[in-house]
């Protein structure tokens, strides 16, 4: 299903009851829909809520951006710490999550994110605090440069081109997982099939680069989260490489009487492993808000 959202369009798919408390799921740099696993969907359903997941701008089903503009050339002058263009940063990324929730009809929302799905969410409760019922940041960092930044092995993993051959597409996948996802509990049969799944429904890797460049221009968003009020979990993987630790450490510093979920020997993804947990503190942080 697709939904006119702030100015484009963003496909979506939804599962569980419409009267039950709304659950957005917003996903990472690159990741469509698909990274969400249906039975993890599910189960969160089976807890009460109505789970909605959609592909960001720029990847998936999703409206594509025409830049024109170098964005490889773009990125590379951020890290110098020049001034350039963007099409688009994570402000306009919250706003369309916010236009897809619009169309649903749906006034307060429980807002899960997870990396640069973390950021939006973080974004959309700056913007409208007034719609969140709860918000959980997973795998996610602030925008402030002193924490959350990747290893050298990682950085090396997220800046290397995507094989436009459907087979290397999914073997790059599985040995960047290998490495993001650390070596306890990484799940590299449902790494390969997102990968598949994903190349079969868009491969589009300029989308990335623009979305790469989107959390590169934002600001931080510190100030905005120490602002807020309302129920929060932080969760994150004290192995994660991509985006360290630190980052959800401060994330949780900046929400007021926020939790903080160390996950031990979790990287960067949501394996099998770890959902009953998971999904054990989201239900409760919704308990608690409706109390």
Partial sequence: MRAPANGIELEYETFGDPQDPPLLLVMGLGAQLVWWHPELCHSLVDRGFYVIRFDNRDVGLSTKVDTHIDVLAAVAGVLQGEQVEAPYDLTDMAADAWGLCDHLGLDRVHLFGGSLGGMIVQQM?????DRVATLTSFMSTTG????????????AV???????????????????GKVLNGPEHCDLDW???R???????????????NQLLAILVSPSRSAGLRRLDLPSLVIHGDADPLITISGGERTA????????LRLDGMGHDLPRYFWAT????????????AA
């Fill in 125 to 129: 409760a700056i913007d409208r605090p």
């Fill in 144 to 155: 402030d440069p002193d924490v959350g930044q990747p290893t050298p092995e990682a950085l």
């Fill in 158 to 176: 997220l800046l290397e081109p995507s094989p436009a051959d459907r087979d290397l597409f999914v073997a790059k996948a599985v040995e960047s």
């Fill in 191 to 193: 790494i390969a099939e």
């Fill in 195 to 209: 990968a598949a799944l994903s190349f079969d429904r868009c491969f589009h890797p300029d989308g990335v680069a």
């Fill in 253 to 260: 510093e900046c929400l007021q009487g926020s939790e903080f």
């Fill in 278 to 289: 998971v999904i054990h503190h989201v239900v409760s942080l919704a308990a608690r808000a």
